[in-house]
């Protein structure tokens, strides 16, 4: 067996879980438009031929203003240290900023405790025209001795291949980690919460997204039936206001959503109620952050 940890990380934002479900197959890791919609680590794991490598989805780094966002660098710093290599995203669209720089700053801390490859791979190349791309690439590589540089599209998978030949050579000969079907860590518990968060950041704008946390209070499976009992916490009446919308408008449209995505998922039917509170703060509540899973 062939075996490798590999972190991918970045500024929020860059691309990072689009990457891993890309890897995958298979949707685990939400997405949004929205900075910092990654809050945990999320591993995915990828069956190779004679291996498997283990991907670690990473909180975006920025400058954490609440505990919250401290425990989510901690979380994706962690995970850097932790891997075997490196996936370091920088997003095509844009050029070298003070994000991509700070992230440039954690590879090399970390790598001063212990070597490791790092492969610079620029995401978003479908939104560049190719001329455009050659300088991006040129800026970005020079920011550090990437062992690679790699220009990838999630969105429609071109060089996703050459991503993965490039880190083949690195996996080592030893035992695999995980049994032959495991897919990733993440429980269908956890995934429920996810993709109701996920339907609110879409949905939502401002500071809204950064707000919300959602609880899973009860799920239960029954005859190929999924009851999922859901609280969305907010930390602002006003808040509460904009996800439930005129006559509860746009709650029902999250929940529709999210119940939908959770049916195709899970593979049965799911009954699904939501509630919204204010919890003011919870984003500074130590007990508020644990009982979420943060
Ligand atoms: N067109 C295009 N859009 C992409 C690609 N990769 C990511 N996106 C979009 O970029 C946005 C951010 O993607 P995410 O995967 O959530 O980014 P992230 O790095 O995980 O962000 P955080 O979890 O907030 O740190 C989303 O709107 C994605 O749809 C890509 O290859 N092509
Ligand atoms: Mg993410």
Redesign the pocket.
């Known amino acids: 067996m062939k075996f490798a940890t590999v972190a ?1 990380i ?13 890897l995958l197959g298979e949707k685990i ?11 945990t680590r999320i591993l995915g794991v990828v069956h190779v031929p004679d291996g498997q490598i283990a991907f670690l ?6 400058k954490p203003q609440h505990l919250l966002n401290r425990r989510m660098v901690r979380t994706a710093v962690e995970a850097l240290e932790e891997a075997d290599l490196l996936y370091v ?1 920088m ?1 095509a669209t844009s050029l070298p900023g003070p994000g991509d720089l700070a992230a440039v700053d954690y590879v090399k801390e970390a790598i001063a405790k212990r070597p490791r490859p790092a492969v610079l791979v620029v ?5 560049v025209n190719k001329f455009k791309l050659l300088p991006v690439l040129e800026s970005y590589g020079k920011l550090y001795a990437w062992t690679e540089v790699v220009p ?5 998978g ?1 060089n996703i291949d050459r991503l993965l030949a490039v880190t083949m050579p690195f996996l080592s000969e030893g035992e695999g980690a995980y049994g032959d079907d495991m897919v990733t860590d993440q429980t269908m518990r956890t995934l429920a919460g996810e993709m109701i968060r996920e339907k609110i950041l879409q949905a939502t704008e401002q500071e809204v997204p950064y707000s919300v946390a959602v609880d899973i209070d009860q799920f239960k499976e029954e005859n190929g039936l999924a009851r999922i009992y859901a609280t969305i916490l907010v930390e602002r009446e006003t808040q509460k206001g904009i996800i439930i919308g005129k006559q509860g408008e746009r709650l029902k449209i999250i929940s529709t959503q999210a119940r939908q995505d959770m049916e195709k998922l899970f593979g049965m039917k799911v009954f699904l109620e939501v509630w919204v509170k204010v919890k003011e703060a919870w984003r500074e509540d130590e007990r508020a952050l644990a009982d979420l899973g943060y």
């Open positions: 991918i970045g500024r929020s934002n860059v691309g990072k879980s689009t990457l891993l479900n890309r890791a939400i997405v949004s438009d929205k900075p910092q919609t990654t809050r989805d990473t909180p975006g780094l920025h995203l997003d995401t978003k190349i479908d939104l990838v599209s999630s969105e429609t071109d």
